[in-house]
């Protein structure tokens, strides 16, 4: 089965990005020992994001001045993107970009489609996790926790999810950063 996992790096007070949308305090953090992601992104095929976080790794990446890059980044590649948003974004040539206006849940059939079997990450974007919570579709909940605060930011999921939704699936310390695995009970899907 296909599962939607939400996997994300978040300071210790539950920021994913400060107040302009910047991860400069994640960078900031000694890499040495981090959580390696290649298996994780072996089992990917297909991202989630909303606009926000697309036109933060366009910029980032220099994506504007190299279209060509897009490619070239190991967490997308060739797979295909879902980019939810009521703009009018443009896609890096030859991209696999896909703009969704509507609903996580109308969404959801085509996005596991195109994961060809493997499973959809859910990159950035607290609120876009929690619309596919409440849509309960959202199966998985990684984490990698960094030792930092922010007095305000993007939260990495804003809403009120009970104990009896989450249950602890694995806790592991990659030198700096503590990395935290949940399964969300109750998801809608069959």
Known sequence: MVRVIYNAAATLNGFIADEQDSLGWLFAVDGDGAPDNSGFMHGIGA?????????WILRQEGIPE??????????IGDRPTFVFT??????PPGADVRFVAGAVA???PGLVDAAGGRDVWVLGGGDLAGQF???????????SLAPATLGGGAPLLPRRVEPDRLEL????????????????RGSARP
């Open 133 to 143: 919570l409440d849509a309960g579709a959202l199966d998985e909940i990684q984490v």
């Open 169 to 184: 699936r694995s806790a592991e310390r990659h030198g700096q950063f503590v990395h935290v695995v949940y399964a969300v």
């Open 86 to 91: 009521r703009r009018a974004l443009s896609a």
């Open 106 to 108: 109308d969404a959801l």
């Open 47 to 55: 991202l989630a994001m909303g606009s926000t976080t697309y036109e």
């Open 66 to 75: 190299r279209p060509d890059r897009w490619h070239e980044l190991d967490y």
